[in-house]
């Protein structure tokens, strides 16, 4: 028995605010879903984070739903448990997932727990934050219950441990029972992989460079998936490595010699399928900036995406950042800001906002924040209320049909959206 193992593609984040990044986080998610059908696997998990929000636009869902009908055109059913980023916890609220049931997506959920694939046991649940620790860690003493009585078992699970996360974690590693032999992990983007209670415990990390944090982890472990043997006494686990579309390239270079350090960059980036993110520091500036700003982007910005440069002024130890407005064009250093908070809605109404703003336009401005408020915020009032409570019970009977439901929906009751991860 083989399986995959992924996590954390976020389809439809649109990284820096820019469409190219967007269809980059697709082009790398097609290309996993072909490499999965490559290793011949038997079934696949998806540890959550698929989407980037709880409302995938058209785009995003149409993406997932290419790469699910190939999984299923090849006989591979794919089952999936909702992240921090794909969920909205308040009770009885509802994945973007669950779209998918009737195209075959197995979604794991407080209602529908665990399944068998043949004489494996795939027990998880979805993302519980903090605050609802002590209901995750009572659920998890259930599914071990429920798997001592199966040979193979596997939990999947969208949450911090403390052992791989330092802050913001809410299980510690003793709270995760230990009578599991594979243990599929999401939520941290790098790659990781543990022994742990009967077997393995593994992060396959995010399938692209989410925030540029990650690129360091990119560099040594790749992105990608892991294929998952079950058959022996332990997992055997295989790293499966998918190139990013698109390169980020980091450099520093001296302003004395910043003429020939341009042309070096030139070379290295001309060639390239698809333009990179530059990283740039630039040491030893004794001018303006903004000037110096101005050169890199006339020589630089042609053949690249992205610029993101740091200046280090001669003579000083000070590392001068992108926190130096007056260096940047603002819109450049909204995308910039906006890449720490990782939610798309909120990005995509602050660069509007701005263009709007900056000609003047209020009223057209004032429209957008009234749509993005009825978009966003107005299912509060009660009429809302009950329409959305009447799909949700369609949506529950209708997968009542198929699955066996345990009569209990999510005690999660908090509205709670992760900016870390
Ligand atoms: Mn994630």
């Known amino acids: 028995m083989k399986f995959a193992h992924l996590a954390d593609t976020h389809l439809g984040y649109r990284q820096f605010g820019l469409i ?3 269809k980059d986080f697709y082009e790398v998610f097609g290309k996993v879903i072909d490499k999965i059908i490559e290793e011949k696997v038997d079934f696949v998990i998806h540890s959550g984070d698929l989407f980037e929000t709880e409302k995938p636009s058209p785009m995003a869902l149409l993406e997932f739903q290419k790469g699910l009908l190939k999984l299923k055109g090849a006989g591979i ?11 909205v916890m308040r009770k009885g609220a509802i994945p973007p997932q669950v779209i998918f049931k009737k195209m075959g997506l197995k979604v794991i959920s407080p209602i529908n727990t665990n399944y068998m694939h043949d004489d494996v046991f795939i027990a998880g649940l979805p993302f519980y934050p903090a605050s609802q620790s002590n209901v995750l860690k009572s659920k998890l003493v259930e599914l071990s219950k429920k798997a001592a009585d199966h040979d193979k078992s596997i939990l999947v699970l969208h949450q911090g441990i403390d052992s791989h996360l330092n802050i913001q974690y809410e299980l510690e590693i003793g709270d995760i029972p230990d009578n599991f032999d594979y243990y599929a992990l999401g939520h ?30 990119y560099r040594k472990n790749g992105k990608g998936f892991v294929v998952v043997d079950l058959d022996g006494s332990k997992p055997q686990i ?33 060639d390239l399928d698809k333009k990179p993110i530059l990283k740039l520091k630039i040491n030893n500036v004794d001018s303006d900036t903004g000037f110096v700003y101005d050169i890199i982007k006339e020589e630089l910005g042609e053949l690249s995406l992205m610029i993101r440069p740091t200046f280090n002024m001669v003579g000083d130890d000070i590392e001068i950042g992108n ?4 260096s940047i064009g603002p819109e450049e250093l909204i995308v910039e800001k906006l890449e720490g908070y990782g939610n798309s809605d909120v990005d995509k109404l602050a660069i509007e906002l701005y263009r709007l703003l900056s000609k003047d336009r209020l009223e057209d401005s004032q429209t957008l924040i009234d749509q ?20 949700e019970e369609d949506v529950e009977e209708d997968v009542a049909e198929d699955e066996n439901i345990d009569e209990e929906s999510s005690d999660v009751q908090v509205t709670f959206k992760g900016a870390l991860k």
Do not use: C
Request: net charge negative; aromatic share 10%; proline share 3%.
């Open 188 to 217: 941290i983007h790098k790659y990781i992989v543990t022994d742990f209670g009967k077997g393995k415990l593994v992060y396959p990390g995010s399938s692209e460079i989410w925030k540029t944090d990650e690129i360091e982890d």
């Open 20 to 22: 190219e990044r967007e």
């Open 323 to 326: 926190d130096i407005t007056n």
């Open 372 to 391: 993005y408020f009825v978009d966003n915020y107005q299912s509060t009032n009660d009429e809302m209320e009950f329409k959305t409570e009447k799909i």
């Open 238 to 270: 295989k790293r499966v490595k998918i190139d990013i579309p698109r390169e980020f390239i980091e450099r520093s270079l001296d302003y004395k010699n910043l003429e020939s350090g341009i042309e070096g960059l030139k070379e290295t980036i001309k």
């Open 77 to 87: 059913p794919m089952y999936a448990i909702a992240g921090n980023h794909d969920s």
